[in-house]
């Protein structure tokens, strides 16, 4: 019994550095997503398509790829003089992957509102900031739900894969423990990503139904 708390204790500490990760990622990379998003819709063609670039390369490239060239290529370039923590550079990759593919999701549902309801608000005296926050915004975070949410239940997921950085979250530990002889952790650990993720479902689930008043 008391291995059993000693390890559980282990893995909520493993986990804690999961949620870190997670919540960092989300309050950095909604934001940045919907910048860059801006930057993929612009008029000016330079900054499109260096923004469309930057996308095709961060979706394209494997976010394990990525953790590993924050963390190690700066050191390598600097001859050792630069350097990012593991916990800062699985932040990075993290923020800049997720951000990508935010910026997908808002964009195409900013450009699924019907143009006449642009031209529309502009008959009416709106300016384009009024229109886009008082008309358009509303029904884009509707249709953006349910994408957004399958990115944010993988980002629980994909905080595993910090470990390839030696980042001592949930599943490394349990991998120790199993090296150990002990197998239960691995099933035990899988409790935490199935709890976490099943709050979130619901969670998205009520957001959905909130926003069920706008059939458009």
Aim: with cysteine; net charge positive; proline share 5%.
């Amino acid at each position: 019994m008391e291995q059993f708390f000693n390890v559980s204790q282990q893995l909520l500490k493993g986990f804690g550095e999961n949620s870190f990760i997670f919540i960092i990622t989300l309050l950095l990379a909604l934001p940045l997503g919907l910048v860059v998003s801006m930057g993929s819709m612009s008029k000016f063609k330079p900054l499109k398509w260096l923004t469309k670039t930057f996308v095709w390369i961060i979706r394209g490239t494997p976010l394990m790829l990525q953790l590993f060239v924050v963390f190690y290529v700066p050191p390598l370039l600097s001859n050792g003089n630069f350097n990012f923590s593991r916990i800062n550079a699985a932040l990075i990759a993290f923020v800049i992957n997720y951000a990508a593919y935010f910026s997908e999701i808002y964009r195409g549902g900013i450009e699924s509102i019907p143009r006449g309801q642009y031209e529309a608000g502009q008959v009416l005296g709106m300016t384009r900031s009024q229109i886009f926050f008082r008309v358009v915004l509303l029904q884009v975070v509707k249709k953006i739900i349910p994408p957004i949410g399958n990115e944010i239940i993988t980002l629980v997921k994909d905080t595993s894969l910090a470990s390839v950085i030696a980042i001592p979250e949930i599943l490394m530990m349990a991998k120790d423990f199993s090296m150990q002889g002990l197998i239960w952790p691995l099933f035990y650990s899988a409790l935490f990503f199935l709890l976490f993720c099943g709050i979130l479902t619901l969670l998205f689930s009520f957001i959905e139904k909130k926003l069920n008043y706008y059939k458009g």
